[in-house]
Structures are given as C-alpha cells and as structure tokens.
C-alpha cells in the first residue's frame, strides 16, 4: 500500500480528538468536576452565588469587661439602643456603659445624657440582647441565680448580688452612677444589656428589684 494510504486514517484521527477537547481526568478533583466548572468552586472557595447571613437586630458578642455606648431610637431606626417608651427616654439620648475587673471584682459606671431633667430612673444589667419587645432582655443578671423567676426576693434580688444602676438626672437630663461588687461577670454568659426603667428599684419582700416599665434598652458588646 502507498505510504500515503497509510498517513490519511492517522491524521484524521488526531483531528477529531483535537476538536474533542483535553481528555478528561479518571481520579482526582478534577474527575468529578461538572463541565463548566472552575477550578476555584472546586477547590472550596465560597460560591459567588451563595448569599451571606445577615446579622440578627440587636445582637452581639458578650461583653464580660470594656466599653459599649448608644443613642436611644424607637426600634427599628436602633437595634443596639432601643428606647420604648420616648416621653421618658427622649429619642437621641445618650448612655455609655464600662465594665471594668478590678483587684476586688468588678466596676460598673453608667453615663447618660439626653434624658428628662430631675427624673428618676432605675438601671439594671440584663441577661440577654434588645429587642424591639422589652420582656425580650430577660430578667436581671445575678451572680448567685434565683431558683424562683421572676425573682423578687431580697436575698437575690439587691445591688450586692446584681447590678443595680439606679440614678436622677440632673438639670441638664444627664447623670454618672457606679456599681462596685466584689465579684466578675461569667466570661461565656456575662450581661447582655442594660435596661432604663421609668422608677427606681424596690427592695420589700415581693417586691424587690422591680423598678417599673422598661423604658430603654442597651446591648452590651464590643463597638
């Protein structure tokens, strides 16, 4: 047969298999790419298609020691400061809540500013985030817990064994209070917000720790 004859089979064949693209792997992580794919869904990158999770309103990491402030807004214009009830809490007041550990325990100092002057109001640290439902923020944080909820009794429910931040607001509807104990906030679970209450803080058998409505809400958690 003429040497010809012989080379035309062989070249159509690498032409065929040239349109048919490289060969695809039988192993590895390129064997089970679908066709389309990019090497960069395959070798774990976050789809562009994948949509992030938005952060829940008014959540936040704990704070067991430093710094948060806000400006109270009805909800949802402020998901960190929430004010509930503006004729006590006038939107665009301010406060600033330290934590700070010391050789002896804990500090505690409120700052507000902005609020109704010469009016009194209670403030208590609470045990979880603001919402724009007030009962939302839980009970009172306490160091040794209450077995009874809600707990009005003395023996738990007083500034020794929570953080009570009662004050007045001066003429200028600001005021500075501190609360010293001689214990530290739980490093995992430690108070989630603080709470404005429109009264200060009762302390009869039955009664204690109750201040009245929860005007304003502050979540604790780093800025």
Sequence with gaps: MHPRALLLPLLLTATLT?????????TGPAASRPPGSTPWLVSGAPSPQR????PTPGAAA???EGTVSGTFLPFPQSARAVTYDPQVVPPGAT???DIARTARGTTVRLTARGLVPRRAYGAHLHTRPCTSIPDDAGPHYQHSADPRKPSVDPAYANPRNE???DFTADAAG?????????WTFDE???PRSLIVHAEHTRTAAGKA???GPRVACLTLGPR
């Design 209 to 211: 720790g109750m201040a």
């Design 188 to 190: 995992v679970e430690p």
């Design 163 to 165: 953080v009570w931040l």
């Design 95 to 97: 406060a600033l809540v």
């Design 174 to 182: 600001a005021a500075t209070v501190t609360a010293r104990l001689d």
């Design 62 to 64: 704990p704070l067991a």
């Design 51 to 54: 949509p992030s999770s938005a």
């Design 18 to 26: 040239g349109c048919a693209g490289p060969a695809r792997p039988t």
